[in-house]
């Protein structure tokens, strides 16, 4: 089993929707759920970090997480075409971070 | 803060040639990781080090990847001798340590391609 799974897509929503992506980690001891963005041929990014169960939101950007569930996602509302990426859910066990193999959106004008 | 630096940005040569990757992590920050990525396999963690220290060389594929720490602002990544299917993106990345919640801050990437 995975550390980090996500469905890989591809995902399409048209502009102005909510985009949701899903991510689940197997390790209970994990302290620390990141999610980054990247656009083809860059670096990952981060855009979203989050400690706690609930939500967290930044913007249009709003992740979630559930540890009792090992769940965490991350809502883009009003979706735009400039989020078109593929966005990595990262998570933190100790020293080592573990990521998932990212899913791939597309925002439709 | 000028984030991680890594070069060279492009690299392209020839099987059996050595390549060396370059990475200055983020001033202050203990740890420094080296990823590889592909279409394929997506983000692989080679190999990482906390205080110049490596830590968990597991990911290394073989042999013929060697890296180094030699002080708190430089690392390499040496691939002898470099073969077609080393082609990827390298990424190297860097963390605070003792902050849990510390993210990952990634340099731009080299990507290499070996003919």
């Known amino acids: 089993q995975k550390e980090v799974e996500q469905n890989s897509g591809p995902l399409s929503v048209p502009e102005g929707a909510i985009a949701s992506l899903n991510c689940t980690y197997s390790d209970r001891g994990s302290q620390s759920f990141f999610w980054y963005r990247q656009y083809s041929g860059k670096s990952p990014e981060l855009i979203m970090s989050i400690y706690s169960n609930g939500d967290k939101e930044d913007g249009r950007f709003t992740a979630q997480l559930n540890k009792a569930s090992q769940y965490v996602s991350l809502l883009i509302r009003d979706s735009q075409p400039s989020d078109s990426a593929t966005y990595l859910c990262a998570v933190r066990t100790g020293n080592q971070f573990y990521f998932g193999t990212g899913t791939s959106l597309t925002v439709i004008p | 803060d000028a984030g991680v630096i890594q070069s060279p940005r492009h690299e392209v040569t020839e099987m059996g040639q050595e390549v060396t990757l370059r990475c200055k992590p983020i001033?202050?920050?203990?740890?420094l990781f080296w990823y590889r990525q592909t279409m394929m396999r997506g983000l692989e963690l080679l190999i990482y080090f906390n205080n110049n220290v490596p830590i968990d060389d597991s990911g290394m594929p073989e042999d013929r990847f060697s890296a180094k720490m030699p002080n708190a602002s430089f690392s390499t990544l040496k691939i002898q001798p470099s073969e077609p299917r080393d082609s990827a993106v390298y990424f190297c990345?860097?963390?605070?340590?003792?902050?849990?919640?510390?993210?990952?801050?990634f340099g731009n990437g080299t990507r290499l391609t070996v003919t």
């Open positions: 001033s202050g920050h203990d740890y």
């Open positions: 990345a860097s963390s605070s340590r003792d902050r849990h919640n510390s993210p990952l801050h």
